[in-house]
């Protein structure tokens, strides 16, 4: 079985920890799988650019406790080693409490937990620390080890390592004080693989050094793959949802395309959205608007994901053939799903980082500026039918932007919604009171939200139903979209 990374808080290491490891495994030659534990985008693309195979999310609040144990074992059985990345501190969950947390998910698939901690400034008191991470609960954890980052001199590694033999604690590793081991980061998190220079020369220097600074033989032992799972999780939760037989297959060739914004701007999905298209009969056909590339031919649906259009607003609004064949497409009735930077995309302008305002698709009537920093999971409360929902669904997302909306002159908006025009949902969550969000239109699904479709498998299901002849033809007679489709329980109802 494999162990957990974990920290006491983040900017401890263990993404650093977790990306030497993954180097070390690639370079031995083993076939690695790599997990996340939480909603993160970024370090899932730096661990499966190591690693070589997608990073999977593992997010019991966005998916649910059986979605987290089928995606583990599921793909960390087909595999020979297996690392899964803690997110923020061990402990750190929903608000102030752990639920979602790396120790809830530790708990779960019962892992061993490896402490990661940054000492550079303590000594004695290290012990203090571990011993209240290793003893804190529920839920409560099996310490595996520790890895100490930043450490000064081998004099200070010999006061630490003294410190943990005293709780009878291993040490399987540190690392120097050294600003070489820096990852970058920007405002929403470390840099993706596409920005940090030279990144196969990183490649090579990670694997070099948890050979040279970590207990490798321990973690070999520590990163078992675990007993194969015996079904796919995506088609188990589509299951859940619609009779397995609606999952004919559709002639090669003659599968709807869905057009997914991929490029430097918009890069925050999770790999099983193309999964779940495939699943139901979509093909996903990757679109460049930073590249200003024509929208693809024939396509039946637009997806329009996260990222960072704000740190590429003047060549995006000087892509006019992309925002413009966009707007005409969505006004001649293309279904669009669109969420966090897909979303300030739709509006009639962007402040970009410098400040500096720039025309965008003025499809929705808004301009997108930076703002305060909104942050944490909600609970959304679907308002009235819509493209992919219906009324009173309820499921999880994650919000993530300091970006905000600001009503385009003579609109009046109201927490996100046009006065008169159906809400899309209702959404709260801790420390963030209930408030109108989103905006639907008869084709368009716009919204701040994350959400992670193993948590709401309907919405694929719903996406197929409505991408044209090809897709409905395939649904046995008397499927009536979207209706008779129910979204399953929310993976976890609090807020």
Not at 19 to 45: E, H, I, M, N, S
Not at 302 to 308: I, K
Not at 344 to 366: K, V
Request: proline share 9%; glycine share 10%; net charge neutral.
């Amino acid at each position: 079985m494999s162990c957990l990374i974990g920290a006491p808080c983040s900017g401890s290491g263990k993404t650093l920890v977790s990306l030497c490891l993954a180097a070390a495994a690639r370079a031995r030659g083993a076939r690695l799988q790599t997990f996340k534990v939480g909603p993160d985008y970024l370090d899932p693309q730096l661990l499966s650019q190591v690693a070589g195979l997608p990073c999977r999310n593992l997010d019991p609040l966005l998916c649910g406790e059986d979605w987290v144990r089928r995606s583990y074992s599921w793909h960390g059985g087909q595999a020979d080693r297996v690392l899964v990345e803690g997110v923020m501190g061990l402990f750190d969950g929903r608000g102030p409490s752990s639920e979602g947390s790396s120790a809830a998910v530790a708990q779960l698939l019962d892992l061993p937990v490896v402490l990661v901690v940054e000492a550079s400034r303590q000594a004695g008191s290290l012990a203090a620390l571990v011993r209240g991470f290793r003893d804190h609960g529920p839920p409560q954890v099996r310490m595996a080890g520790v890895v100490l980052n930043r450490v000064a001199s081998q004099r200070h590694r010999a006061l630490l390592a003294e410190a943990l033999a005293d709780l009878g604690m291993p040490l399987l590793g540190s690392f120097p004080q050294d600003p070489c081991l820096d990852l970058p980061s920007r405002h929403l998190g470390l840099l993706p693989p596409h920005d940090l220079p030279d990144f196969n020369g990183r490649l090579a220097q990670w694997a070099a050094l948890a050979e040279r600074h970590l207990d490798m033989e321990r973690f070999w032992d520590l990163m078992k793959s675990p007993q194969p799972g015996n079904e796919d999780p995506i088609l188990h939760s589509l299951d859940q949802v619609a009779p397995r037989e609606l999952l004919r297959s559709v002639p090669l060739g003659q599968q709807p395309k869905v057009a997914i914004a991929a490029d430097a701007a918009f890069h925050f999905r999770y790999p099983e959205t193309a999964e779940f298209l495939t699943a139901v009969g979509l093909d996903s056909i990757p679109w460049s608007p930073l590249a200003d590339e024509p929208l693809p031919q024939a396509c039946a649906a637009v997806l329009l994901p996260g990222g960072y259009p704000e740190l590429h607003g003047a060549q995006l609004g000087q892509a006019r053939r992309s925002l413009c064949q966009l707007a005409a497409a969505v006004d001649g009735g293309l279904p669009l799903v669109a969420e966090c930077g897909g979303l300030m995309l739709l509006g009639e302008a962007l402040q970009d980082a410098a400040g500096t305002w720039q025309p965008m698709a003025n499809i929705l009537p808004f301009r997108a500026q930076r703002g305060e920093l909104s942050l944490g999971y909600r609970r959304a409360t679907v308002s009235a039918n819509s493209l992919l929902l219906r009324r009173g669904e309820t499921l999880t997302g994650h919000e993530f932007h300091r970006w905000q909306l600001l009503p385009k002159a003579g609109v009046t908006v109201s927490e996100g919604a046009v006065a008169g025009q159906p809400e899309l949902w209702q959404v709260e969550g801790w420390g963030s009171p209930r408030r109108s969000e989103g905006w639907t239109t008869r084709n368009v699904h716009a919204s701040w939200l994350h959400i992670h479709w193993g948590g709401c498998p309907a919405i694929p299901w719903r996406l197929a139903a409505l991408t044209g002849p090809a897709g409905p033809s395939r649904i046995a007679a008397g499927f009536s979209f979207p209706l008779n489709l129910a979204l399953p329980p929310p993976a976890n109802a609090g807020a």
